[in-house]
């Protein structure tokens, strides 16, 4: 959809609206607000499932953002599984049972953040506040169930024809046809991420390497 398209271009370059009012926060819960939920939400992430979502940090008590994946390094929507402590505690609860192209906006206490000791950016004791657009969703328990399901003809190497053809099941699950231009951006990026030694194939080892960051 246009919207996703919007986004992922990012012409809506972190401009979201961010409310202030932190109201009633129980200490060790996540609050989740959806923000936009898409008509078809098959498929739901859970822990194990690789994700590729872009997210933006604010601390709760002025609206200061402290982190933004659109303007950080290259700009592209993180790769990471969810559930398993490769994000802090709070984001992965808080991305659990998401469809993709959904929007949340999720309040993290501190325990479920960056605790008492806080970051560089970070003041100790902070309550986040994220906007998160979840782009997709691939099958876990772990992403090498997804690298077999999309290596269609098994020579443990997926070419762009490949991700392609699982990104178009994906994302046409309802219906809704995209254009070339909107896989050509995503594959783009996928290559550009995956694709260490630039053959133009994603190896099972380039599959396995995520760029993780810091959160
Ligand atoms: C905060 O929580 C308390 C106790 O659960 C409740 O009585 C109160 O109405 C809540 N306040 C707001 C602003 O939601
Ligand atoms: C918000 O708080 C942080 C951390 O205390 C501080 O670095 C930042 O300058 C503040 N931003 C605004 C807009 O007050
Ligand atoms: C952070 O919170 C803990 C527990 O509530 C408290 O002991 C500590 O002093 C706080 N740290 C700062 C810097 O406020
Ligand atoms: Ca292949
Ligand atoms: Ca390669």
Not at 2 to 7: H, Q
Not at 194 to 199: E, I
Request: a negative charge.
């Amino acid at each position: 959809m246009g919207f996703a398209v919007r986004l992922f271009l990012c012409l809506h370059v972190c401009s979201f609206f961010v409310d202030f009012t932190v109201a009633n926060e129980t200490k060790d819960e996540v609050k989740i607000e959806v923000i936009f939920k898409p008509e078809n939400c098959a498929k739901k992430s859970k822990r194990g499932d690789l994700m590729n979502a872009h997210y933006d940090g604010f601390l709760a008590k002025n609206g200061s953002q402290f982190y933004c994946s659109r303007s950080e390094k290259d700009g592209h929507p993180k790769w990471f599984v969810l559930g398993v402590g490769q994000v802090m505690k709070g984001l992965d609860i808080g991305m659990d049972g998401m469809c993709p192209g959904e929007k949340r906006k999720l309040i993290i206490p501190p325990s479920l953040g960056y605790g008492q000791q806080g970051n560089e950016k970070v003041p100790p004791n902070s309550t986040l506040i994220f906007e998160i657009e979840l782009y997709s969703v691939s099958r876990g328990p772990r992403s090498m169930e997804a690298f077999r399901e999309m290596d269609l003809d098994k020579d443990r190497s997926l070419s762009k024809t490949e991700v392609k053809k699982s990104l178009m099941i994906e994302y046409e699950k309802g219906g809704t046809r995209r254009d070339d231009s909107f896989y050509d951006a995503i594959i783009a990026d996928i290559f550009h991420k995956s694709d260490h030694n630039g053959d133009g194939m994603i190896s099972a080892k380039e599959y396995n390497i995520y760029d993780h960051d810091e959160l």
